[in-house]
């Protein structure tokens, strides 16, 4: 499982640690889904460290898109203003061979990740296998270590902490 191996290889997790994920659709036809990432208390290599570090860096707070026919061409150009106008940092990406979808990751720039964003990182969850398409595409390091410094420290500011029993919206309309 693509979620159990990442939190494994960014924790030092044992690989017999219990993680599951589940999805809920809270209305029938084309609506959103949640996803719920599920580690109990009593999984080998649970800690409350393990859960603050997740929360620090934003990493259960995320907007995902699914493109079900995703071409190069398609994808690089939403990657590109993902990068550019949405000032986002591409993280890697990773392919899950049991669902044969590939998920490419993006964590908000060190400016944008001081503005407190609701859902600061996004993943585009595409179908197939799209590793080599991925693997073109850099991760610049510096940019995504500042960016986890920025998350780090906006945790951090009292008035997030105030703000975290707000509801979060499915679904925003302009207008």
């Known amino acids: 499982m693509l979620v159990k191996r990442r939190l494994v290889e960014r924790h030092w997790l044992p690989e017999d640690a219990d ?5 809920l659709r809270v209305t029938a036809g084309l609506a959103p889904e949640v996803e719920v ?5 009593c999984s080998p290599g649970y800690t409350e460290v393990v ?7 934003g990493f259960e707070n995320h907007v995902g898109l699914f493109m079900d026919r ?3 061409s398609t994808l690089a150009r939403l990657a590109d203003r993902l990068e550019t106008t949405g000032r986002m940092v591409y993280e890697g990406s990773a392919h899950n061979p049991h669902e044969n979808t590939t998920m490419l990751y993006f964590a908000p720039s060190a400016a944008v990740a001081t503005s407190r964003r609701r859902f600061p990182r996004w993943e585009l969850q595409c179908t197939g296998d799209l590793t080599a398409f991925a693997d073109r595409r850099p991760v610049r390091t510096e940019a995504l270590c ?17 703000s ?5 919206p499915v679904a925003v309309t302009e207008g």
Not at 51 to 57: F, K, M
Not at 147 to 162: M, P
Request: net charge positive; charged share 25%.
């Open 19 to 23: 993680i599951r994920v589940t999805r």
């Open 37 to 41: 990432f599920l580690f109990p208390r």
């Open 51 to 57: 859960g603050a570090q997740e929360r620090v860096h």
């Open 70 to 72: 995703p071409d190069a």
């Open 146 to 162: 500042r960016a986890y410094a920025a998350l780090k420290a906006n945790h951090t500011d009292g008035a997030l902490v105030q």
């Open 164 to 168: 975290a029993d707000r509801p979060v």
